[in-house]
């Protein structure tokens, strides 16, 4: 599967945006989606997750976002989404998806994903 992220912009702070992630491939649905941000001079992390229908399409989060953004997914259109709340400039990065078939249990991990897409920016300014 090949991935494509987009919707990334120069925000002000507390403004909203919503990426989106298209893919390639019909076995779209097999997989979990993730999101992730990667900040100059940071290692890349996860921020969010949703798993596939199997396993109940269930998200997750990581504490810096919780309660800020939700991912969501459409299988019809392959795409996952990332709607992105209240944004602050410590979100600056560039946003990243990608897949994996690991156990859901496993799947708040960086290293545990691939098909790694083009980014997209987001840039959050005070």
């Known amino acids: 599967v090949q991935l494509q992220a987009s919707g990334g912009g120069l925000v002000q702070a507390g403004a909203s945006l919503r990426l989106s992630c298209a893919a390639s491939?019909?076995?779209?649905?097999?997989?979990?989606m993730g999101w992730f941000r990667q900040a100059p001079g940071k290692e890349r992390e996860f921020i969010a997750g949703i798993s596939r229908r199997s396993y109940g399409d269930s998200t997750r989060y990581a504490d810096s976002v919780k309660g800020r953004f939700t991912v969501s997914r459409d299988n019809a259109k392959n795409t996952v989404y990332l709607q992105m709340n209240n944004l602050k400039p410590e979100d600056t990065a560039v946003y990243y998806c990608?897949?994996?078939?690991?156990?859901?249990?496993?799947?708040?991990?960086?290293?545990?994903?691939?098909?790694w897409g083009q980014g997209t920016q987001v840039t959050v300014s005070s």
């Open positions: 990608a897949v994996t078939q690991i156990l859901w249990a496993y799947a708040g991990t960086t290293r545990n994903y691939g098909n």
């Open positions: 491939g019909r076995t779209f649905i097999n997989y979990h």
